[in-house]
């Protein structure tokens, strides 16, 4: 296929050449940078969560504002079906299957991103932007064994931020605590933090023992520390005056991210702003209780949507908006019930989180990394849909492009430079992308091959389809875009040059 090999450039240089022009050695002119770049990287949700997409259920009027100035990707993919992963190839340019140990983190975990290591932060970093990451991190802090009562590093700062305001891992692993830089913020030295992911720590209760004593019941895991009447996964003690409170966690991301747009206005800025929202457990603000009939899975979209108005608000009354790309994903598929009894099941109704798309969050199906992807840079980015096959592991190289960096041969070994179809130019995107979940799948255009794998095909507590089977699948997502039949026995041909293809990409420990 002519338009999959060749990039928009490439198409345009010949364009050119057949009417005869003598420049056209001339690479097309790059957009001058956007003074800011803002990362809206939410959490667990779905592609089907999303009004632009289709949810019918949730009324996300600010996710509308930001669709209808900006492009929406039909065909976007986090990096893998889980969070670390996901976040480890967006920061890196690395598909996390390449590393052992980068699979969903404890919350005591080491930084699993090697100081020095070029990153999406430290591209831009030293392009001249002033860089933060608020929110979830889940990429470990540390070198191990971390004492959360000293300076905590390495981290984000030795990566390529410039400030941070963290959720150290998951909101429902301990410590629940913030990490502000290089310190838990609000810590009183005389209450110190121990935190364990083996034994029990202190007298602090726990959600196995004492359920009475929960607000939000645990379905599945989730029955160790009982931290602000929830249970969590880990144990934790002390530190209890920087211990967050659920409800508030959302605005204080928020406003810490506000501040940083306000305070460095002026300069260039990179933002990386990483909700906790929509993960478990959702326990959104009180003036969000009950703004949608799906119980606190639909109140966390309605609060994330806010948060993201917030913001855009606050580009407009800075008078921002126009010099700034914003681009707004997920960091893995969804999930309905992710382990507390939050009744997002009873009250799904006809609600489908992940939209046209098979499986959910962990699975090798689309469900699992096709999420929502929104591009918006007022004049730069057209309005309207792509289809372009677009993969969050090439931000770092697309953006590195667009800032004018040109990337050592051995950074981001799997981020290509896809600054067209970010930008709206090239409507084919990527020729073939790697999907992580259980099991390892490739795309190749309309084509989507699942590796055989020993996983289980079907998790009982999620409920959901993992997309794992002993034998290679092959799916035609034109015709069956729900994957529901596999074509490996009716096209052995197709199936084994995609078998080889992805064997090839794995061993060759690059994709450029
Ligand atoms: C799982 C948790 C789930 C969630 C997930 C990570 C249990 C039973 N399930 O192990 O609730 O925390 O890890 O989610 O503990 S992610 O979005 O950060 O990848
Ligand atoms: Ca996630």
Redesign the pocket.
Known sequence: MLSSVFTVPVLRLIALANFGFAMAQEPAPLPKPPQHIVLIYA??LGYGDVACYGAAAVATPNLDRLAAGGLCCTDAHSAAA???P?RYALLTGEYAFRQKGTG?LPGDARLIVTPGRTTLASVLQGAGYRTAVVG?W?LGLGTGGLDWNGKIAPGPLEVGFDECLLLP??G??VPCVYVADHTVRGLDPADPIQVSYRERLGAEPTGAEQPERLRMRWA???DQTIVNGISR?GYMTGGRSARWVDEDMADCFTERAVQFLRQHRRERTFLFFSTHDI??PRVPHPRFVGKTDLGPRGDAIVQFDACVGRLLDELEELELTADTLVILTS??GP?VN???RDAAEERLGAHRPAGPWRGG?YSAFEGGTRVPFVVRWPGRVPVGSSAALVGQVDLLHSLAKLVGVALPESAAPDSLDQLGALLGADTVGRDHLVEQAGSLALRVGQWKFVLAGQGARFDA??KIELGNAPEDQLYDLAADPGETKDLAKAEPERTAAMRARLLALRAAGRSR
Request: aromatic share 8%.
């Open positions: 959490d667990d889980t969070c670390t996901s969903v979830k889940h891992a998951t429902d692993r599945f895991g989730h996964i993960h478990v960091d893995n999930v992710d382990g507390y969050k507590a999620t």
